[in-house]
């Protein structure tokens, strides 16, 4: 195959729809033998529609779709230059070349289209995520086009199983309105996380975006707001709150057939008997074995001595939620940064999770000054809080 011969051009609904859905049928996700699939239910473009800048790259040879890549834009805050909060960012995904076309070259020319359109729409860094282990990934970006490793947030993964958790009495749950959950985005987040999106009112707002919940001491004052903002009138001294994104309603995944089979074997084996021996297999383990949904937690956030158990509480409340809903969501998904403490707080199954998520990060403007702080800031782990924008999960 000579690259000369392979074209690049915008995605075409109309002529590329089924054969790309052919290709992400075939194509997995991460190492063969915990490979994921993503099933985009009849809308390639899916998992990108929500930004607010999208666009969608295919890569032609011949008459056949041998890649593709997508890629969003969007205005963000990050700590990365001392005299500036917030930069516009490109967030590359699903990056994907047929099998049998790997290693020509494709991957590499659909990142440096994409990053043409970024620099085309003055989008000052292009960042990506991707599994750590995933070799040809890693080195494609890191290696062959300049990505620094900037961060590696953890992927905390729950199964919905049909027995409820029982929730703490002394903890109150409540539903906010979305104009209080803008307001304490923006004050407890807006200016200290990573990647706090400046649209968070057009998030809270989607469709997708199943409500916001605060959870704090029963008989503590929190229901009376001061104004139109949703400033509420008095904060308690511990609190939590998170929303909730239903990403089954997009798209769902599938996990390969290896995959499967270990899972099961690694349920059997180490935690259903030894946990949960009184419970048939059925009733704690989800079937994975066909497409399915999963809720996204995002925006987690705490504060005060006790908000590890408001934290706790939540997510349980969003297990019994999801389990409640019938919609074919089998697991609960949430990312926090690598250094957070909040993952403590948050129920999770470590067979199911990814310790060590990468993200690699490239400056597109000001390029040797900005490598050279990206460098510098590195060197320490972060601490600050990581907003992990729904829209791109
Ligand atoms: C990752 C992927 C897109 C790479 O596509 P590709 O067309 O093979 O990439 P390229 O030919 O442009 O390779 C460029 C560089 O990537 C790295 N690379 C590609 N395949 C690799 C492999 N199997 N092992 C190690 N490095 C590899 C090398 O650094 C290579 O540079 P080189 O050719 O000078 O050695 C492809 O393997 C794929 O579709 N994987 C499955 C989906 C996926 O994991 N997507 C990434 C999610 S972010």
């Not at 494609?140 to 086009?145: G, R």
């Not at 996380?193 to 704090?216: H, M, Q």
């Not at 993200?359 to 590195?378: F, S, V, Y």
Request: with cysteine; hydrophobic share 40%; proline share 6%.
């Amino acid at each position: 195959m000579k690259l000369k011969n392979l074209i690049v051009r915008c995605y075409t609904e109309e002529i590329d729809k089924a054969r790309v859905e052919d290709l992400e049928r075939r194509c997995g996700v991460g190492p063969a033998d915990h490979a994921f699939f993503t099933d985009t239910m009849g809308d390639p473009i899916c998992r990108i529609r929500n930004s607010p800048m999208y666009n969608m790259l295919v890569a032609e040879f011949g008459n056949e779709i041998v890649g593709v890549i997508q890629g969003t834009i969007k205005v963000v805050t990050i700590h990365i230059n001392p005299s500036k909060d917030s930069a516009k960012v490109g967030y590359i995904l699903g990056l994907r070349v047929s099998p049998p076309h790997r290693h020509n070259g494709i991957g590499s020319t659909l990142v440096r289209h994409l990053e043409q359109w970024f620099v085309a729409n003055h989008v000052d860094f292009a960042y990506m995520a991707t599994e750590k282990d995933n070799q040809p990934s890693v080195h494609l970006f890191t290696e062959k086009l300049g990505f620094i490793k900037f961060t590696t947030p953890t992927i905390l993964v729950h199964p919905i199983h049909k027995i409820p958790f029982q929730l703490p009495s002394w903890i109150e749950i409540s539903k906010l309105k979305i104009e209080q959950a803008e307001f304490l985005y923006k004050k407890f987040m807006g200016s200290s996380a990573e990647f706090f999106p400046s649209d968070i009112d057009k998030v809270l707002r989607n469709k997708l975006s199943l409500g916001t919940w605060v959870a704090y001491p029963k008989g503590e004052s929190w229901g009376e707001y001061g104004g139109g903002e949703g400033a509420p009138a008095v904060v308690p001294e511990s609190w939590a709150m998170l929303s909730v994104w239903n990403s089954g309603e997009v798209f769902k995944l599938r996990i390969g057939k290896q995959t499967v089979s270990c899972f099961v074997h690694e349920m059997y084996t180490r935690l259903v008997e030894r946990l949960f021996p009184w419970f048939k297999s059925g009733e704690v383990f989800p079937d994975f074995s066909d497409p399915f949904g999963f809720y996204f937690m995002y925006g987690v956030h705490r504060e005060g001595p006790r908000s590890g158990n408001m934290v706790q509480a939540l997510c349980k409340f969003v297990h019994n939620m999801a389990s409640k809903s019938g919609g074919g969501c089998r697991v609960i998904v949430t990312e926090v940064g690598g250094g957070d403490e909040l993952r403590h707080h948050i129920p999770h199954w470590k067979l199911l999770s990814c310790p060590e998520d990468l993200w690699c990060i490239k400056p597109l403007k000001d390029e040797e000054r900005e490598i050279a702080r990206l460098h510098e800031m590195t060197k320490i782990p972060s601490t600050r809080a990581l907003f992990v924008d729904p829209r791109e999960v």
